[in-house]
C-alpha cells in the first residue's frame, strides 16, 4: 500500500492509502464530498531506521564480491555460571548431577 497525497480547495491537503500505481487523479473529499486533486510530492526515500541499519546494508554491499577474510577464531564467550540456590522450593528437592 502506498500513501497518495490530495489537495481540497476547501480542507487543504490529506492522505489516501491506495494499492501501488492505482491512484486516480481526483478523489472525494472526506470532509466535504468536493473533488479534491492528486499533489505530486517526493518519495520517502531518504528515511532510514537507524545508523546500524545503514552500516549492515553498507558492509553487504562491500562484501557481496568479495568477502572479509577471517584470521582467527573469534573468542569464545565468557561462562556463566549457574545459580546455585533453587529459585523455588520444589526445585530443591531435585537430585543435584
Known amino acids: 500500500m502506498a500513501l497518495y497525497d490530495y489537495r481540497c480547495e476547501a480542507d487543504g491537503v490529506f492522505e489516501v492509502s491506495r494499492p501501488l500505481g492505482t491512484a486516480a487523479g481526483t478523489v472525494v473529499c472526506p470532509l466535504?464530498?468536493?473533488?479534491?486533486?492528486?499533489v505530486f510530492t517526493t518519495p520517502m526515500l531518504g528515511t532510514t531506521a537507524s545508523k546500524a541499519l545503514v552500516g549492515a546494508i553498507e558492509h553487504a554491499e562491500k562484501t557481496r564480491d568479495t568477502p572479509d577474510v577471517v584470521t582467527s577464531v573469534p573468542r569464545r564467550p565468557r561462562h556463566q555460571r549457574?545459580?546455585?540456590?533453587?529459585?523455588?522450593?520444589?526445585?530443591?528437592?531435585?537430585?543435584?548431577?
Do not use: G, H, I, N
Open 82 to 97: 549457574t545459580p546455585t540456590v533453587p529459585l523455588t522450593p520444589k526445585l530443591a528437592r531435585l537430585p543435584r548431577p
Open 32 to 38: 466535504c464530498d468536493a473533488e479534491a486533486t492528486r
